[in-house]
Nanobody
């Protein structure tokens, strides 16, 4: 089974940037669409970015224009570049399969945007 490990989170000031990584202990089939999800305190987990097997990307309105999802199949890794961060981006960020049955969730990585 693929095991997902998120990393790259931390504390950043508003307007700053972070790059999150999602590494898999097993191989992520290239046909899998993958996504980044986030969950803020008291909120439901939401899908914020998706990348398909063909490289097409979809973003939620809240992050569109600021976040970029990408994947490196050779490194078996999915990335989320986050720019112009806002306090409302504060959440635990997770990666997982999109548009299909989810894999087991990892621990996620905490992103805190604060002055």
């Amino acid at each position: 089974q693929v095991q997902l490990v998120e990393s790259g989170g931390g504390l950043v000031q508003p307007g700053g940037s972070l790059r999150l990584s999602c590494a898999a202990s097993g191989r992520i089939p290239t046909i899998y669409a993958m996504g980044w999800y986030r969950q803020a305190p008291g909120k439901q987990r939401e899908l914020v970015a998706t990348i398909t097997s063909g490289g097409s990307t979809v973003y939620s309105d809240s992050v569109k224009g600021r976040f970029t999802i990408s994947r490196d199949n050779a490194k078996n890794t999915v990335y989320l570049q986050m720019n112009s961060l806002k306090p409302e981006d504060t959440a635990v960020y997770y990666c997982n399969r999109a548009r299909a049955t989810m894999l087991n969730w990892g621990q996620g990585t905490q992103v805190t945007v604060s002055s």
